[in-house]
């Protein structure tokens, strides 16, 4: 295979090795969430939830440092994405009339408009990142109002919409963490499609000890919440 086709061949495979890996993620979760860190963690927000809204006047304060915290990292993830894209922008534009001496280290199709694809496929990537974690702030913001009112003490239906919310804003702030991933094959493309297959095929592997958990972290989480669950859904049913 020429040097110059290896980009219309490994990048596409790598992007399909990491799509398919976060396809399957996708279904493992809305069949089975138990078994993927993801879905865990959706069911301990929920809880957590129903326990600080039992007492809104006696937990408020410790919901809203909690829900602070989680803007925090969404700000600081938005904050670094759009910075990042900015530095790139500028890097373009600036590199655009310079010389091919980086091109030295690149194995692979070396045309200028390769290179323009590459870097515009990664402030994207940045700019996608950006806007999922914008809308999980709008999503955390909004639960620290809700979780705060203490008329829906005692009111399970409203107290499922604002675990919907906080879970919202979770799964977003997840899918920005998701397009941070990304960003590494994409920015190992610059110095060829080689590194940049190998990238997502170790980066796929990684994610799939990460986002999977372990029989004996399902058992641990399964008796640490299905008695307390019970109580607090019963107690939230009851009149206030």
Not at 16 to 33: D, E, K, Q
Not at 63 to 69: G, K, L, M, S, Y
Not at 78 to 103: D, E, M, R, Y
Request: charged share 10%.
């Amino acid at each position: 295979m020429e040097e110059e086709q290896l980009d219309y061949v490994l990048v596409p495979l790598g992007l399909l090795v990491f799509g398919t890996y976060h396809v399957w993620l996708l279904i493992t979760i809305l069949r089975y969430p138990i078994r993927t860190v993801v879905g865990l963690n959706a069911q301990s927000r929920r809880q957590w939830a129903l326990s600080m809204m039992t007492d809104p006047l006696k937990n408020g304060v410790l919901a809203v440092q909690t829900i602070r915290n989680n803007i925090m990292a969404s700000t600081l993830l938005a904050t670094t994405a759009i910075t990042l894209s900015s530095l790139i922008g500028v890097f373009v534009s600036t590199s655009s009339n310079s010389g091919n001496t980086a091109s030295r280290l690149v194995y692979g199709n070396k045309t200028a408009f390769l290179s323009s694809i590459k870097y515009f496929a990664i402030l994207l990537c940045f700019l996608v990142a950006f806007l999922l974690n914008v809308q999980s702030i709008r999503y955390y913001a909004h639960v620290s109002f809700l979780a705060t009112v203490p008329t829906w003490k005692g009111q399970k239906d409203y107290i499922e919409y604002v675990a919907r919310n906080l879970n919202r804003g979770s799964y977003f702030w997840s899918l920005g963490l998701r397009a941070f991933y990304l960003s590494f094959p994409l920015f190992l493309w610059i110095f060829g499609p080689i590194p940049m297959f190998v990238c997502c095929c170790i980066m796929s592997c990684v994610l799939y000890f990460l986002d999977t958990s372990t029989s004996f972290t399902r058992h641990l989480h399964t008796n640490s919440l299905k008695g307390v669950a019970y109580d607090d859904v019963e107690s939230v049913g009851q009149p206030s």
